[in-house]
């Protein structure tokens, strides 16, 4: 469904991911892991075509999207949760679910697409005329995946979903993102917590300095000595 085929992005002079390969299969689950600036949130900006590509081509289903725009990818059916969430924070719940649906293919569908949210997450059904500012950090990023889900995407994009949820919280995300992988949805997850992460996904990437350093499924990349050691607190 989406193939990245050495990607080279950057800001102005600087770059920030060198000959990045990677792609995700219909109804996969994949994660990008690395530490702090790695380039995560630079590749999946890149993807949702939110950062243009110096070189190489980025493929979505079927099609080369390389010099596509945010609004096509969204057409397509890509939705971005993003790092820190991007809520409009004086605006309702409501209001943040409405502005999810504004692909021209999810407007017949926005009342059963905002139903389903809240059958998700029921807090939101209740606070539904609360500001988003005025939630827990919780409550928001559940809000971010609702809006998300309201364009009814063919994939997601999740950007650091965890980051600065407590551990509880961080579990019901993890639980969340797992029902909508089943329900079908393509996933690519980007995520500093790699034990939740390999716990979560079919296959990941391990990105550090702006390059691809290893890949594969959660039980082979747990095997590794270097990945043992710099993310999962082991002892190689």
């Not at 102005?12 to 994660?31: K, N």
């Not at 502005?99 to 697409?113: K, Q």
Request: aromatic share 4%; with cysteine.
């Amino acid at each position: 469904m989406l193939e990245a085929q050495r990607l080279h992005v950057g800001y102005g002079d600087a770059p920030a991911l060198w000959d990045v390969s990677l792609a995700v299969a219909a109804g996969e689950c994949v994660s990008v892991i690395g530490p702090n600036g790695a380039g995560k949130t630079t590749l999946v900006n890149a993807i949702a075509r939110l950062l243009p590509i110096r070189q190489g081509r980025l493929r979505f289903d079927g099609s080369d999207v390389s010099a596509a725009g945010a609004q096509d990818m969204c057409n397509r059916g890509v939705a971005l949760i993003p790092e820190g969430r991007r809520l409009f924070t004086r605006m309702t719940v409501e209001e943040n679910l409405d502005l999810g649906s504004y692909r021209r293919a999810a407007r017949g569908a926005r009342e059963t697409a905002r139903e389903r949210v809240y059958a998700m997450f029921p807090i939101l059904a209740e606070r539904r005329r609360q500001h988003a500012g005025t939630m827990s950090g919780g409550q928001q990023q559940m809000l971010a995946i609702g809006r998300a889900l309201m364009s009814q995407p063919k994939m997601l994009l999740i950007d650091e979903p965890s980051l600065g949820l407590a551990p509880l919280v961080v579990e019901q995300v993890f639980a969340t993102i797992k029902q909508i992988h089943a329900s079908g949805v393509s996933i690519l997850l980007i995520e500093q917590n790699v034990t939740k992460a390999l716990d979560l996904v079919e296959r990941a990437y391990v990105l550090e300095g702006g390059r691809i350093v290893a890949q594969g499924k959660p039980a082979e990349l747990r095997a590794q000595p270097h990945i043992r050691a710099a993310y999962l607190g082991a002892d190689a």
